[in-house]
Structure formats: structure tokens, C-alpha cells
């Protein structure tokens, strides 16, 4: 008979499953077979079952005292599926975790099996000595466990064969790269221009890092020296209702005008792209991105959204346009087609004495996505060394970093009528 636990883990695991199936691809075996192994309860212990085993929820292990922020969590697993699937690991390797909540570690060591070697490090003494507890207790004791600064890997134990990273980082420092064996792989969440996506990164023979796979992720960020936060000016002072422009990258604005243009009604400015109730369109915000010079994201409190204020098409980070001056910027929305309940429009609002201006930029970046990569097959970001000249870097655009130089480019496009 079975037990509650392995009841709801078969079915997180079908889940997963079901989930892959409709994007396409196929979760791995040896992944599948280890999802369904470890006993994700015992490293969330006091939780309920429905919770512990939902395929799409991060559990928060541990927050800020006085500002409630997020510090450590046990990922979502259906994300944990997809980086140890990209992560292609093997019986017998090495491998290094940097940011530990002890689930995934168990699952590293269930697809390395009893030759290879899982040593997996977090700079909160906290977190570890948690993740050493639930390794124990759920049988994995040949996991090794440090406190450690991830900034620095963790030298004692490479090379390593695969570097998983599972905090936000932004930039890749030089030990991650040092301490990885030829040939080795890298996945890592990855802040680009503020949006965090999933890099598997395979590295070649000069040290530059290439990716694999670019996917949707979210990550609690870094801590210790690889920490950074971007300016964020607030555009109003309501408590419950604020709105703010993450400025990652730049670009330089005026926060006095653009408190001044967020209180003045905005102009909406309307693409005609569709999109489906279901539909994945996470790659326009990266192609924005990577295209637009004066790039920003909105975000914006609930009641900001419940009464009116704006209506971005994601709360915690919406594709903006600052305008040269600094006094206007545009922001996505979207908004039901009259015909079809099951599909929205994209369109932008403008604030600002060139708003509109800015609005119209950005429905032609959205436009210019569903014309060209709506149906592609995604960017790709490779990874130089900091001190790699202009003129060494491939066209695309270039996010330089404390460590790295990005290049973020597309395939080219298909032509039109083929």
C-alpha cells in the first residue's frame, strides 16, 4: 500500500510530467526516478502534504527579521526538475551546490550516484546546519556541507564537473568558472537586465561560457560579496499602493518628474498582438530587453493594481521604456479582446509629456518580437571575461557586469511566407 508521502510525491512528479509534455520535451529518467526517491516532506518538515508536493511552490525556509525579505527557500520543483535535467548529470561526477536547502542536494546525489561527490555550501551557518539535519535524517550523510561565501565556490573540493547555483546571482565570478573541470557545465539563475533567467552554460576552451538553454526561473538573490541591488525609484509615496521603476543597467531619470507623470493619467497605445489565456510569452520581455537602450521594470503593490493606479501585466516586474529625458516612461499592459474571451492584447501606457512617445516605442519592440521570434527558438547569452575588448564581442547587446561581458543574441528571423 502506499503511503500519504509517496501518494502526493507520484503525483507532483505526474505533474512535472504532464507539464514538460506541454512544452514539448521530455524530463529525463534518471531526473524522474529521483524526484520520485527523495522524501521531499522530510526537508519541510510541519508543512502540509499539498503544500510540500506542489510541483510549482517554493517554500520560504527563511526571511529577514526586520524586513521580511526571503533569505533562504527550498525551490519549487518543478524548476528543481528543469535545472537537473540541463545540468545532465552523470553517475560518478562532481558536483558543486551553491546556495543549499538540502532537497536538491539529495536529489544531485541520487543521479551521481555512490561514486560521485555532492558538496553543497551557503553562507548562512542557519541554513546549513538545517540542510545538514534533513540530509541525515532522510538518509543522505555522504553529502558534504560547508559555510562558505558562494562568491568564491568552494576551492577545497574542485574541480567539479557541474556548478549548480540556486540563489539569484547576478554576475559570475571567477571562481565559479576556475573551479569547473573541462568540459564541465554550469547552470545558473541569472539576473539579466533585471529579468532572471536560468543559463546553462557549457565553457570552452578560453573561458567563455555559452549557453545551452535560457529559461524562466525565480530565485531568492544572492548573499555576501556576489550581492547587488539595483536603483529603484518610487514613483508615489501610498502606502500598499506604491509603484516603482527598477533601473538594472541604467538609465538615468528624473524620480521628481516621474512622480509628477505617474499621477497624470496615462495614454495606452495598443499593438494588436494577441495573446492565449496559457501562452508562454516570457521571451518578448528578454527580446525588450535586449533591444530597447533605455530599459526599465515596473513593479507595483497589489492595491496599486486593485485601484487603478496601473495595470502592468506582472506586478513584480513589468518591460518599461524611461525616455531620454528622464520624465516619461511607458509600461506593458494587456487588455481582453472583445471577441475572444480566451486572448488579450499586448499595449503600453505612457506618463509623461513623452509618454505616448515612449508607448509607441514599445508596442513596436512587441511587435517587432511576434513578427520575428514569437515561433523561434529563444536567445542566447554567452558569457566573456570582463577584460574581453569591444571589438573581440559578437553583435547583439552587450550587459557588462563586475566579472563578465553578456552578449544577448537572437537567430535570425525567419523570413516572411516561408
Request: hydrophobic share 40%; net charge negative.
Amino acid at each position: 500500500m502506499h503511503s500519504p508521502e509517496s501518494a502526493r510525491r507520484n503525483a507532483m512528479v505526474q505533474q512535472i510530467l504532464d507539464d514538460y509534455s506541454y512544452e514539448g520535451a521530455l524530463l529525463s529518467a534518471p531526473v524522474e526516478q529521483a524526484l520520485r526517491r527523495v522524501p521531499r516532506e522530510l526537508f519541510l518538515t510541519g508543512l502540509d502534504l499539498a503544500d510540500v508536493y506542489n510541483a510549482h511552490k517554493a517554500v520560504v525556509t527563511k526571511r529577514d527579521e526586520d524586513k521580511g525579505v526571503a533569505l533562504s527557500s527550498v525551490s519549487a520543483p518543478s524548476i528543481i526538475a528543469t535545472m537537473l535535467d540541463r545540468a545532465d548529470l552523470q553517475p560518478g561526477m562532481r558536483v558543486l551546490e551553491i546556495g543549499s536547502g538540502g532537497y536538491n542536494a539529495a536529489l544531485i546525489a541520487e543521479l551521481v550516484g555512490s561514486e560521485g561527490e555532492v558538496t553543497t555550501i551557503d553562507i548562512d551557518s542557519d541554513v546549513i546546519d538545517r540542510a545538514r539535519r534533513c540530509l541525515d535524517t532522510a538518509g543522505y550523510p555522504q553529502v558534504r556541507t560547508a559555510v562558505a561565501d558562494g562568491e568564491y565556490g568552494f576551492a577545497d573540493r574542485a574541480p567539479y564537473d557541474r556548478v549548480l547555483v540556486t540563489a539569484g546571482a547576478w554576475d559570475i565570478p571567477p571562481a565559479w568558472t576556475e573551479q569547473l573541470a573541462s568540459g564541465g557545465r554550469m547552470v545558473v539563475p541569472m539576473r539579466v537586465r533585471g529579468l532572471t533567467r536560468c543559463l546553462t552554460l557549457d565553457a570552452d576552451e578560453d573561458g567563455v561560457l555559452h549557453s545551452k538553454h535560457v529559461d524562466m526561473c525565480g530565485f531568492v538573490r544572492m548573499q555576501g560579496a556576489g550581492e547587488h541591488w539595483e536603483p529603484m525609484p518610487y514613483l508615489n509615496d501610498t502606502p500598499g499602493q506604491q509603484i516603482g521603476l527598477r533601473l538594472e543597467d541604467g538609465p538615468e531619470v528624473d524620480a521628481e518628474a516621474l512622480r509628477k507623470a505617474m499621477a497624470e493619467t496615462g495614454t495606452p497605445v495598443w499593438s494588436g498582438v494577441m495573446v492565449g489565456v496559457e501562452e508562454d510569452a516570457s521571451d518578448q520581455d528578454l527580446w525588450v530587453a535586449s533591444v530597447a537602450d533605455r530599459w526599465a521594470l515596473l513593479t507595483a503593490d497589489q492595491g496599486a493594481v486593485d485601484t487603478g493606479l496601473v495595470t502592468p501585466t506582472w506586478i513584480l516586474g513589468t518591460p518599461a521604456l524611461v525616455s531620454p529625458a528622464g520624465d516619461s516612461f511607458a509600461y506593458r499592459t494587456l487588455r481582453q479582446s472583445p471577441n475572444e474571451n480566451e486572448l488579450w492584447e499586448f499595449g503600453a501606457i505612457g506618463h509623461g509629456p513623452t509618454g505616448t512617445e515612449m508607448a509607441e516605442q514599445l508596442t513596436d519592440h512587441i511587435r517587432s518580437w511576434d513578427r520575428q521570434h514569437r515561433s523561434g527558438s529563444g536567445p542566447e547569452a554567452v558569457c566573456y571575461p570582463r577584460s574581453t575588448p569591444a571589438d573581440r564581442l559578437p553583435a547583439g547587446r552587450v550587459v557588462d557586469k563586475a566579472h563578465t561581458r553578456m552578449v544577448i543574441t537572437w537567430p535570425s528571423p525567419t523570413p516572411e511566407g516561408d
